[in-house]
T-cell receptor, first 114, second 109 residues
Framework: DGGITQSPKYLFRKEGQNVTLSCEQN?????MYWYRQDPGQGLRLIYYSQIVNDFQKGDIAEGYSVSREKKESFPLTVTSAQKNPTAFYLC?????????????FGQGTRLTVV | KQEVTQIPAALSVPEGENLVLNCSFT??????LQWFRQDPGKGLTSLLL?????REQTSGRLNASLDKSSGRSTLYIAASQPGDSATYLC????????FGAGTTVTVRA
């Protein structure tokens, strides 16, 4: 089945730790995105990538890092510099960021600081 | 910066009633507008995509309109059912998606 797979579904982080969230897509999409969702708020863009080996900061990039070495994969690292990382993280992809294409989302990863 | 607003934040209706969900945005320079459904603890499911050149889009009981010049979109859900209970989000696209906070809908049996 084609789609976007996020793993793990639940993740727990200790203070001072870096953790990496996985996002894989087999839709052959060029563009991929990471969003953060907090209760009662809309989704906020962390990073996006329009093509392999290229990515741009979104609205709330501080404390996060990404890589885009393969078209299918766009992992997100939550670093110890992110002071309030507890949230629901959503990955998305679309054929292109430059034209009128539909975005598809994964099932999310819930990150909790313990 | 694009601002997207959804009103109301929550809505409760009896089964069978039609639903009307509103979305407004501040910058009309968009590629498209997309409506999503989100169930608790889950990802987003795409419902409808309206291109910037279109006025409306329909899928089954769902109909979405777009008035780009006034920065508004409306999602209509006909003859609501308890299974329609979810949070509905709209998002506008211009290189990236900008989201509203959503409208949480409860359909009472």
């Amino acid at each position: 089945d084609g789609g976007i797979t996020q793993s793990p579904k639940y993740l727990f982080r200790k203070e001072g730790q870096n953790v990496t969230l996985s996002c894989e897509q087999n839709l052959n999409h060029d563009a991929m995105y990471w969003y953060r969702q907090d209760p009662g708020q809309g989704l906020r863009l962390i990073y996006y990538s329009q093509i392999v080996n290229d990515f741009q900061k979104g609205d709330i990039a501080e404390g996060y890092s990404v890589s885009r070495e393969k078209k299918e994969s766009f992992p997100l690292t939550v670093t110890s510099a992110q002071k309030n990382p507890t949230a629901f993280y959503l990955c998305a992809s679309s054929i292109s960021a430059l034209v009128n294409t539909e975005a598809f989302f994964g099932q999310g990863t819930r990150l909790t600081v313990v | 910066k694009q601002e997207v607003t959804q009103i109301p934040a929550a809505l409760s209706v009896p089964e069978g009633e039609n639903l009307v969900l509103n979305c407004s945005f501040t910058d009309s320079a968009i590629y498209n507008l997309q409506w999503f459904r989100q169930d608790p603890g889950k990802g987003l499911t795409s419902l409808l995509l309206i291109q910037s050149s279109q006025r409306e889009q329909t899928s089954g009981r769902l109909n979405a309109s777009l008035d780009k010049s006034s920065g508004r979109s409306t999602l209509y859900i006909a003859a609501s059912q308890p299974g329609d209970s979810a949070t509905y989000l709209c998002a506008v696209s211009h290189y990236k998606l900008s989201f509203g906070a959503g409208t949480t809908v409860t359909v009472r049996a």
